[in-house]
T-cell receptor, first 112, second 114 residues
Framework: DAKTTQPNSMESNEEEPVHLPCNHSTISGTDYIHWYRQLPSQGPEYVIHGLTSNVNNRMASLAIAEDRKSSTLILHRATLRDAAVYYCILRDRGTSYGKLTFGQGTILTVHP | ETGVTQTPRHLVMGMTNKKSLKCEQHLGHNAMYWYKQSAKKPLELMFVYNFKEQTENNSVPSRFSPECPNSSHLFLHLHTLQPEDSALYLC?????????????FGNGTRLTVT
């Protein structure tokens, strides 16, 4: 699986937008970009995923660069409950193994 | 409620004990996974099952033995573990095996080996 690079930590204030970046310069044409987050004492939670086009759902938006070598997870209005570790992962559409390789992720701190 | 239920939530066992971790999903998913999360380390994939068939064993020691009796249940049998096996063990499932199918995780079993 191709690797991703994320900042170790980021901070935000409550009710402000948060842009979490992810670099994946070795992404292949069949890799989906997945984002998960993990709150303390819980398992990872699926947030959003995309292939080429930007995606929106009730939790967040995913902006994918035109060359697909980077992406940004956008939380439109951060809340205290959004404080978590955020993981950006690439998952090959074509692989026979549906595995996800996790990195260290970005620790997001939200200040009241 | 994540749709994936793991029991027990916490487990303390000695190195000579035998115990089992249980995972259950009623999401109608066809693939199930075991992950290990140690302190300060990324999640490590251990085993993958697709339609009850094991498709990946990620070089896991034989003291960990998975079992998938049906698409809804997954077990991890533990025996003669080492203290370094203490970790959070996470179960996940996905609708399909392909990369477009998101994983749904349980909240894990916190295992302590004494």
């Amino acid at each position: 699986d191709a690797k991703t690079t994320q900042p170790n930590s980021m901070e935000s204030n409550e009710e402000e937008p948060v842009h979490l970046p992810c670099n994946h310069s070795t992404i292949s044409g069949t890799d989906y970009i997945h984002w998960y987050r993990q709150l303390p004492s819980q398992g990872p939670e699926y947030v959003i995923h995309g292939l080429t086009s930007n995606v929106n759902n009730r939790m967040a938006s995913l902006a994918i660069a035109e060359d697909r070598k980077s992406s940004t997870l956008i939380l439109h209005r951060a809340t205290l409950r959004d404080a978590a570790v955020y993981y950006c992962i690439l998952r090959d559409r074509g692989t026979s193994y549906g595995k996800l390789t996790f990195g260290q992720g970005t620790i997001l701190t939200v200040h009241p | 409620e994540t749709g994936v239920t793991q029991t027990p939530r916490h487990l303390v066992m000695g190195m000579t004990n035998k115990k089992s971790l249980k995972c259950e999903q009623h999401l109608g998913h066809n693939a199930m996974y075991w992950y290990k999360q140690s302190a300060k380390k990324p999640l490590e994939l251990m085993f993958v099952y697709n339609f009850k068939e094991q498709t990946e064993n990620n070089s896991v020691p034989s003291r960990f033995s998975p079992e998938c009796p049906n698409s809804s249940h997954l077990f991890l049998h533990l025996h003669t573990l080492q203290p370094e096996d203490s970790a959070l063990y996470l179960c996940a499932s996905s609708q399909e095996f392909g990369g477009h199918s998101p994983l749904h995780f349980g909240n894990g079993t916190r295992l302590t080996v004494t």
